[in-house]
């Protein structure tokens, strides 16, 4: 083993070990931030650059920081809505336009649900079979499928929520492993094999034109999972989530940013024939080891995911059908269509279809926001919500996969 293999493996069970040490998980700020953070910087963030660098090269680090822009003004309304919308919602009376658009957004979410637990789980598949050297899209959907409907089942039967305890670990080896990534690819970077250079994706040629910006459009779902904090007041307090929203939105684009740069060097091995899941086997020339570490991670974090999904997904559909749905009757429903999504589409088009999936319900999120400010006579944000409405619309309807 060489310098970089033994930095990474120091990483990777340093930074593990103290995220799962009682004092770290106690922590108030800490376990309100992870579960945004976690989910923002979970699978869009491997699937980002192959799909991106084999786009636009090196653009790929203005559209990222663009993508974690735009994030960041749409989480400001949601935040927004946490402060004052809420209270509006708790006393408004059913028929009320604020609650109307509200349970509208909820309605969207749960569609937004049923395609995130598709595009986890076949991402999953994805890492996996890339690991083991399988290539054939039939057999990452026939694991997914599986998968699928283990979890359905199992939260038909019993519930899921004694395996929700699990994404304590799971979470905390997704962040190790995305650390002790970034620390390799830093030495990496610092002293460059003969076959690498800082320059070369600079020479490559890529066109920009109206299919690029709809194909960066496609990708919005790699920066969601900010808006979690929304639904967790049972949890935590209004301030204790928007600084938790805040929190996790700046250290995952700082994140992203990193990622992007450190990688350029690799940047010449992604090519338009590239996959999702294309940076596990390309993250070899770096450390034979690394693979199994970024694998291990993001195949825990996408398990993780799906399951949260699965669990919010059933509880929302329980609560907008006022339980004439119960939670467990949903599960069926959320597996059901999931499986219908993975077998209709491929693993691209479900990253694009989950990205408009979600920008709908951002969009409508700011439509809220667009009400509340405009009943507190704030004209100034009634501009920019409507503004950041109108770009998610835009998203949800001309987003496309790469090639599309």
Known sequence: MNFLDIAMGCTLVAVFVIL?????????????TVTPLASIIGSGFLVSVPLMASAIGVWAIAAVLALTGLAYLIGGAIRY??????PLLEGAKPGHVIKSVETVSQIVLIGAYFISVSYYLVLLAAFGMKLLGYTDPNLGKVVATVIVSAICLVGAVRGLHGVEKAETFTVSANLAAITALLVSLF??????PSDYSWT???QEKHTFDWDTL?????????????????FMGDLYDADTRISAMRRAQISSSLVYLAFF??????????TSSTDVAAFIEVVGNVSPWLPFVVAGGAIASQFSAAVADSIGGSGLISETTHKYVNARHA??????????????????SIVALASRAFALFYAMQCMVAVFVARRRGEQGR????GTLAAVAFAVALLGIPAGG
């Open 200 to 202: 070369a994706a600079l």
């Open 81 to 86: 809505n946490i402060r004052y919308a809420e």
């Open 261 to 270: 740069i450190l990688a350029v060097p690799l940047y010449p091995l992604f």
């Open 382 to 385: 009634v501009a920019l919500f």
């Open 187 to 192: 030495i990496f970077g610092l002293a460059l």
């Open 331 to 348: 599960y069926v429903l959320i597996g059901a269509v999931s499986l219908l999504v993975i077998w209709a589409t491929d693993v691209v």
């Open 214 to 230: 709809r194909f960066l459009m496609g990708l919005l779902i790699i920066v969601q999972g900010f808006e979690t904090t929304r």
């Open 20 to 32: 799962i040490t009682p004092r770290v998980r106690g922590n108030t700020g800490w376990a309100a």
